[in-house]
């Protein structure tokens, strides 16, 4: 059974940095896409970052240049380091791995960037 448990979450003053990281335990996980979402308080979850398992990246505009998606196909991990971060950063984050239409959730990890 596939199971996503996401970390690293947690209060930061603006312009700080925290590492979020995301433990995937099943099969294929090196063939899989993987991405990190995140959901603030009345909005919709929105993309933040996706790596392939070719190599390609995309990041939403609001974090291009602060944050930066990376994996470990031997130790079936996702990292996302968040550099400069800003208040409007502030949501919860989630862990996908395998796509939206069949992939597998974390439960989330809150990040709030606050003076």
């Known amino acids: 059974q596939v199971q996503l448990v996401e970390s690293g979450g947690g209060l930061v003053q603006p312009g700080g940095s925290l590492r979020l990281s995301c433990a995937f335990s099943?099969?294929?996980?090196?063939?899989?896409?993987v991405g990190w979402y995140r959901q603030a308080p009345g909005k919709q979850r929105e993309l933040v970052a996706l790596l392939t398992s070719g190599g390609s990246i995309n990041y939403a505009d609001s974090v291009l240049g602060r944050f930066t998606i990376s994996r470990d196909n031997y130790k079936n991990l996702v990292y996302l380091q968040m550099n400069s971060l800003k208040v409007e950063d502030t949501a919860v984050y989630y862990c996908?791995?395998?796509?939206?239409?069949?992939?597998?959730w974390g439960q989330g990890t809150q990040v709030t960037v606050s003076s």
């Open positions: 099943g099969r294929g996980f090196s063939v899989k896409a």
């Open positions: 996908n791995v395998g796509g939206l239409s069949s992939g597998a």
